[in-house]
């Protein structure tokens, strides 16, 4: 297998406006494409993120709660690069997104943080 990248995330969300208005306008990602699909009375959502990468936001009628243990073997977190976190930070607390102390990867040494999405989806913001 030759891997050329990843090409989107899904994420399913429980309150697809809530979700739409998080990842749109507070997090800034641009819209590809908007599809309501009536027979399962769902929409799918294509988000840019960056220059290439992709999340797809799906909404379907009462989703199953996803089990919460940090530590449970699974997707972790959902990590996203920027340039500068100082001002990332400032941004989304300007727009009311509560976000931990930053840190720095001691392998790395690079800056890092994590909020919450709507559904309380674990993201990190990295300076890169």
Same mark, same amino acid.
């Given at each position: ?15 697809? $406006? ?16 908007? /599809? ?14 960056? %220059? ?8 379907? #009628?009462? #989703? #199953? ?18 340039? %500068? ?7 989304? $607390? ?18 890092? /943080?994590?909020?919450? %999405? #709507? %559904? ?9």
């Amino acid at each position: 297998m030759k891997t050329k990248g990843i090409h989107h995330v899904a994420i399913i969300c429980s309150d697809y $406006q809530k979700s739409k208005h998080f990842y749109v306008d507070i997090l800034g990602f641009a819209i590809i494409e908007e /599809t309501y699909r009536a027979a399962r009375d769902s929409y799918k959502l294509d988000l840019r993120v960056g %220059d290439c990468d992709g999340i797809e936001l799906f909404s379907f #009628p009462n #989703p #199953p709660a996803r089990v919460n243990k940090p530590e449970a073997c699974g997707l972790r977190h959902l990590a996203f690069k920027v340039e %500068d976190i100082n001002e990332s930070v400032s941004s989304l $607390q300007a727009k009311g997104v509560e976000l931990e102390e930053i840190r720095v990867d001691e392998i790395t040494g690079k800056r890092f /943080t994590f909020f919450q %999405d #709507p %559904d309380g989806l674990p993201l990190e913001m990295y300076e890169s």
